[in-house]
């Protein structure tokens, strides 16, 4: 039985800091990919980071490059988005998923989800 069980979420004013966090189990973390996407109210969900699965490959959204970081700990079957300047316009539900293999920007493509966190930024 795969999990996937996202913390760190909060309230944060504009040009604050949080780090989301992944915790995956159920599954050999190594051989998959992870990535972040959120959804924001009345929008579709939108990708914003992706990893491979030896902490190389990373790929970030433009609308995120230069304030967000994601990293991996596989001997912690965990996944971080370091997320820093944050602004209004990052609001939303932040999921991790896990899709076995290479890295994608594809919703469609990810295996398992995660129940997501919210994120909420005031200006």
């Known amino acids: 039985h795969v999990q996937l069980v996202e913390s760190g979420g909060g309230l944060v004013q504009a040009g604050g800091s949080l780090r989301l966090s992944c915790a995956a189990s159920?599954?050999?973390?190594?051989?998959?990919?992870m990535g972040w996407f959120r959804q924001a109210p009345g929008k579709e969900r939108q990708f914003v980071a992706t990893?491979?699965?030896?902490?190389?490959?990373?790929t970030l959204a433009d609308s995120v490059k230069g304030r967000f970081t994601i990293s991996r700990d596989n001997a912690k079957n965990t996944v971080y988005l370091q997320m820093n300047s944050l602004k209004p316009d990052d609001t939303a539900v932040y999921y991790c998923?896990?899709?076995?293999?290479?890295?994608?920007?594809?919703?469609?493509?990810?295996?398992?989800w995660g129940q997501g966190t919210q994120v909420t930024v005031s200006s």
């Open positions: 998923a896990a899709r076995y293999g290479a890295t994608s920007i594809l919703s469609p493509e990810y295996n398992f």
């Open positions: 990893i491979r699965w030896d902490g190389g490959g990373a």
């Open positions: 159920g599954l050999t973390f190594s051989y998959y990919a």
